[in-house]
């Protein structure tokens, strides 16, 4: 009877779809049949509802586009669930193993952060060119360690995971960088985003080349960030009341708290927030979607605001550098909404409001790209190649080919010319080419523009 029960809900979301597509009732109710049949037999020969649904529809209704697509995306979302039931709690992987692992792996990282002093490097008084290059350094590779326990990577996996991390420190400590020049920020800034994918090929257990595997690392990010967000929301209250109440007894603990508190609380909050994220998915999974509905359109009015007044105040060209870089910073935090946003969805869910939103947020960053290049080429063609330059168009280059390609894509999602399926799998299979772009301003910029 549950068998039964799971296979009806399974045919419904079936129905909905290709009929959300236009479907022929006459041939839905034909081919419904058939599938009730084969699936029930299956059912009867000993699998279970999904496994019967998924063998039954793919016989049925092979030759079908419709059907087609509806199979691919339910697999992909019987791969992630297999793959989430896979990290449950078992004699291998327990809960409380699995937790003094986490925290094994959180003061790793929250020491590791402290050695650099024991060699004459101070992190107190402010944030040396050292610690701004190396600090994805301190944690990154402990979070990867949690992950490489938790998913049960192969050898191979590990090899490669530990050849990414190596190579990264050795190019980011052993180039002869001009202090404070240009490829040194540059390194600075690009390297966290070429190792966070390598924690995301742990975080897949290896298999980096499945689109679902990387839509469940691009949904574990945006809730990674809200909670890590709430866990320094939390700690910065503790620590002021802290401070508040030893100066009230006439004790002065605020050098302790910059040289041990926040340092070590700031990495070590980066695998708890991991951890968290992986055992209470729902408290943070349902927030995530709202918070996305929320700031899209409003991400969606002030890059209208902003685009209209930068415009009316300085014109189309001769931008100033400092407003470019605002335009960049928005508009990398718009694509990280719009991933989160599309990982959230409901991929068999029909068309909505919301999604014409998003149509009218990508294209609102399409013309802000657009805007920003402009002042680039033409700062380029006044200035000449530069460092930050040369890393700036690029970056706005490849902005331009996800936001086209994603409006062209959104709008016919929505004029149900292409299912949802097109526009995950482009931005998933796009997602590559931003960890390969941050991994060449590391290596090739710095000897490129002479380490200055």
């Not at 692992?101 to 003061?107: D, I, P, S, T, Y």
Request: with cysteine.
């Amino acid at each position: 009877m549950e068998a039964q029960e799971g296979l009806q809900l399974r045919i419904d979301r079936w129905r909905a779809y290709v009929f959300a597509r236009g479907a022929a009732v006459e041939d839905v109710a034909s081919a419904e049949g058939r599938l009730r049949e084969q699936a029930a037999r299956l059912v009867d020969a000993g699998l279970d509802a999904d496994e019967a649904f998924l063998v039954a529809l793919r016989r049925v209704a092979g030759s079908d586009d419709t059907s087609r697509a509806f199979a691919r995306t339910y697999s992909d979302e019987l791969f992630v669930q297999s793959a989430e039931s896979d990290d449950e709690p078992g004699p291998a992987r327990s809960a409380v193993t699995e937790f003094w692992v986490m925290l094994g792996c959180a003061v790793a990282a929250a020491l590791a952060i402290k050695v650099p002093a024991l060699f004459g490097q101070k992190l107190s008084g402010g944030f040396s060119d050292f610690y701004a290059a190396n600090f994805s350094l301190f944690v990154l590779p402990f979070l990867a360690t949690y992950f490489v326990w938790k998913r049960g990577l192969s050898r191979r996996d590990i090899a490669g995971l530990v050849a990414v991390f190596v190579a990264g420190a050795a190019f980011v400590n052993a180039y002869p960088f001009t202090p404070g020049g240009s490829t040194e920020v540059l390194a600075a800034i690009h390297l966290p985003i070429t190792l966070w994918l390598a924690v995301g090929v742990a975080s897949v257990a290896g298999d980096w080349l499945s689109d679902a595997r990387r839509m469940e690392f691009v949904r574990f990010t945006g809730e990674w960030l809200i909670t890590y967000a709430l866990i320094a929301l939390g700690g910065g209250v503790l620590v002021a009341i802290t401070v508040g109440v030893f100066e009230s007894i006439g004790l002065n603990v605020s050098p302790l708290i910059e040289s041990w508190v926040l340092p070590c609380g700031a990495m070590g909050a980066v695998i708890v927030a991991a951890w968290l994220v992986g055992t209470r998915r729902n408290l943070v999974g349902g927030m995530a979607p709202m918070l996305a509905r929320v700031f899209t359109p409003l991400f969606a009015l002030m890059l209208v605001a902003l685009l209209v007044g930068v415009i009316w105040t300085r014109g189309i060209v001769h931008v100033e550098r400092e407003v470019l870089i605002l335009f960049d910073l928005l508009l990398v935090v718009v694509l990280a909404l719009l991933l989160y946003a599309i990982s959230a969805r409901e991929p068999l869910s029909r068309p909505g409001l919301f999604d014409w939103v998003q149509l009218v947020l990508v294209t609102c960053a399409l013309a802000v790209d657009v805007f920003a290049l402009v002042n680039i080429v033409s700062r380029l063609a006044e200035f000449g190649f530069s460092a930050n330059r040369t890393a700036a168009i690029g970056l706005n280059l490849l902005l331009l080919v996800n936001l086209a390609w994603s409006a062209f894509l959104q709008l016919g999602f929505l004029r149900s010319r292409r299912s949802f399926e097109a526009v995950e799998r482009w931005q998933m299979r796009y997602l590559p080419a931003y960890a390969v772009w941050a991994a060449i301003v590391v290596v090739v910029f710095p000897p490129l523009f002479g380490f200055a």
